[in-house]
């Protein structure tokens, strides 16, 4: 059974997360799930740990022994890492190197060879911000793949770019990806 490492971080969008959780246990996958302590803020832990049956990871200080060095564990363990939804501040953090969080710290530690899929969600203005579609361009060159977030009526009124990927294309990506397929 391939692991699958959900990162979810505080977007409006968190919810959607519970789907894509639901969808990947459905297809067989093991599904460890990093919420932000933001992304608390959107929905509990105890939904995720309910869907998985495992932990849901939040603090990258707990619970630390020497035997298992759990940001590395996890890193290791994972087949994938995907961050649904991924917000404009987890862009930022993971182009620049920034590891100040379980979910961060992870994700920087996943090994080059292992996919990445960042699944943003966020308003259209910032999407289209210049320092996040340079941080987009810039993870993209180093190989992270991207699903593009979507043109739709966004939760804030406005319409425009910046809707979360649909649930079942991003779980389609997963297992495509995991077979090996572009
Ligand atoms: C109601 C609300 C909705 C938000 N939705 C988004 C969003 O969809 N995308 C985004 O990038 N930031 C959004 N934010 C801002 C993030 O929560 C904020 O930048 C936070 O620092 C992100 O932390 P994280 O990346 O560690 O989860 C929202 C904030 C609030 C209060």
Redesign the pocket.
């Known amino acids: 059974m391939k692991n699958v490492l959900l990162g979810v971080?505080?977007?409006?969008?968190a919810y959607k997360a519970a789907e894509i959780t639901r969808l990947l246990v459905k297809r067989g996958f093991s599904v460890r799930v990093i919420m932000?302590?933001?992304?608390e803020?959107?929905i509990s832990p105890l939904t995720f740990q309910s869907l998985t049956k495992h932990k849901v990871y939040t603090d990258l200080f707990e619970d630390v022994f020497y035997e298992d060095i759990r940001h590395i564990s996890l890193a290791k363990g994972a087949a994938i890492a995907v961050v649904a939804?991924?917000?404009?501040?987890?862009i930022g953090?993971l182009a620049s190197g920034v590891a100040d969080?379980m979910?961060?710290t992870v994700l920087t530690a996943m090994a080059a060879d292992k996919p990445i899929l960042i699944c943003?969600?966020?308003?259209t203005a910032?999407w289209e911000n210049p320092a996040v579609q340079h941080n987009v361009k810039k993870l993209k060159s180093y190989g992270v793949l991207f699903a593009e977030p979507k043109e739709s009526e966004l939760?804030c009124g406005d319409t425009g770019k910046?809707a979360l990927a649909d649930t079942d294309s991003i779980v389609n990506a997963v297992v495509s990806l995991l077979d090996g397929k572009p």
């Open positions: 971080t505080g977007s409006i969008a932000t302590k933001s992304a803020r959107f939804p991924a917000t404009a501040n987890i953090k969080d979910l961060s943003p969600a966020m308003n910032m939760v910046g």
